[in-house]
């Protein structure tokens, strides 16, 4: 397994800095949600038409890739616009993957609408994903769906990806979300191990209804035995390290917390 950052966590940095410090840092890979706090990779200058050749470039020349590009789509939702919005985005992004030379694109199941039964919204959302993955397909990339919103647990994911039986989908597993969610870590990579295409890694406390992140280590999230279930379900992917600072801006700086990151993810799997 390799280590892999989100650049939610470094909201100030510009690419080339981004680039270098992966390096440096003894990262393998960059999740690229967002740059220079325009979160919407669309409207960056650096996925400019005129840009995107020197970014992709900058990258290759690095040796360090991009593990996925980060899209806020919802695929599911009360309002027909909105779904519509989404998918729009969702496939822009796959585009764009496919023109940085990245793998994997991230979408989000979103929110059930009052009223509607899981197993209709379960459904609903596979026909969208099995549309975009046929259009992953065709350019080289993969769609992943986070374990998020409405479809939070490994349990509904899995139901997701048996109604959507598609090659090109498969799923994003955060470890945190799933484990306030109370679903045990080892139940998840059970049931999500063979789909799974990427992992978020981060540690928390509970602060009321929220999640407070900590440095790994610090809070109450299981990772040493999330680590071992992905282990015995042969997972070999990245390990994307989602500081989330762009949410949280007292959050430490990244210059301590990606070091902090690299040293306890070596000492969890070395144990």
């Not at 996925?47 to 995107?52: I, L, M, N, T």
């Not at 919005?85 to 979103?110: K, N, S, T, W």
């Not at 048996?162 to 080892?186: I, K, M």
């Not at 981060?202 to 680590?227: I, N, Q, Y």
């Amino acid at each position: 397994m390799r280590f892999a950052f989100s650049t939610l966590g470094c909201p100030g940095w510009p690419l080339a800095r981004i680039v270098g410090e992966a390096g440096r840092l003894g990262f393998a890979g960059v999740e690229l949600r967002g740059l220079e706090g325009e979160l919407d990779l669309r409207r960056s200058p650096d996925f400019a038409p005129g840009r995107v050749a020197w970014t992709r470039d900058l990258f290759e020349r690095a040796g360090i890739p991009v593990v996925s590009l980060d899209s806020s789509a919802r695929l599911i939702s009360d309002d027909p616009g909105k779904e519509h919005a989404a998918m729009r985005e969702a496939e822009d992004y796959v585009a764009l993957a496919a023109a940085i030379g990245a793998p994997l694109v991230r979408v989000f199941g979103g929110f059930i609408p009052e009223g509607v039964a899981f197993e209709d919204a379960a459904l609903r959302l596979a026909e969208r994903l099995s549309e975009l993955g046929d259009r992953a397909r065709a350019v080289g990339v993969a769609v992943a769906i986070e374990t998020h919103d409405g479809f939070l647990t490994g349990e509904a994911l899995a139901e997701v990806m048996r109604l959507t039986d598609h090659e090109a989908v498969g799923v994003l597993w955060d470890v945190g979300n799933c484990h306030f969610s109370g679903e045990p870590v080892e139940r998840t990579a059970r049931l999500l191990g063979r789909h799974l295409r990427l992992v978020h890694v981060k540690d928390a406390v509970r602060d009321g209804d929220e999640a407070r992140l900590t440095f790994l280590g610090e809070g109450e999230v299981p990772l040493r035995e999330a680590l071992r279930a992905l282990s015995a379900q042969g997972y070999a992917g990245f390990l994307s390290y989602e500081w989330e600072k762009v949410w949280q801006p007292d959050l430490p700086e990244p210059e301590e917390a990606f070091p902090q990151y690299v040293a306890k993810m070596k000492e969890y799997l070395d144990g």
